[in-house]
Nanobody, 118 residues
Framework: QVQLVESGGGLVQAGGSLRLSCTAS????????MGWYRQAPGNQRELVAS???????KYADTVKGRFTISRDNTVNTVHLQMNDLKAEETAVYYC????????????WGKGTLVTVSS
C-alpha cells in the first residue's frame, strides 16, 4: 500500500499563486508516475499534471505555462506550483500515484481545497 498526504491548499485571489505538496509513504518503490488531479463541484475529476520517475511531465492544456510539477524522489514528494490562478480553478486537488505492479494500482490522497476568489 501507498499513502499520500497533500498540503498547501487554501484561499488565494485570482492571479495569485499556491504551491501544493504531496508526500508518499509505504511501498513507494512500486510507484512510477505521480500527478495532480482536480475536481470542481459538479464536474468530473480531471488531470492537471503528471510526472514520471524520470522527470517527464504532462500538463492539461488549460494550465500549460502557468503550473509546474516537480518531483523529489529522495523524499518521495511531488509539488505543484500554480501561478496566475483563475477563479474557475477552484476545486479539490488530489495527489495520485500509480504503481504498475501486478495489474496496476492507483493511489489517491484525501485532497486539498484550493479556492480562488475573483
Amino acid at each position: 500500500q501507498v499513502q499520500l498526504v497533500e498540503s498547501g491548499g487554501g484561499l488565494v485571489q485570482a492571479g495569485g499563486s499556491l504551491r501544493l505538496s504531496c508526500t508518499a509513504s509505504g511501498r513507494v518503490f512500486s510507484i512510477n508516475n505521480m500527478g495532480w488531479y482536480r475536481q470542481a463541484p459538479g464536474n468530473q475529476r480531471e488531470l492537471v499534471a503528471s510526472i514520471t520517475n524520470g522527470g517527464s511531465t504532462k500538463y492539461a492544456d488549460t494550465v500549460k505555462g502557468r503550473f509546474t510539477i516537480s518531483r523529489d524522489n529522495t523524499v518521495n514528494t511531488v509539488h505543484l506550483q500554480m501561478n496566475d490562478l483563475k477563479a474557475e480553478e477552484t476545486a479539490v486537488y488530489y495527489c495520485n500515484a500509480h504503481s504498475p505492479s501486478g495489474f496496476g494500482m492507483d493511489y489517491w490522497g484525501k485532497g486539498t481545497l484550493v479556492t480562488v476568489s475573483s
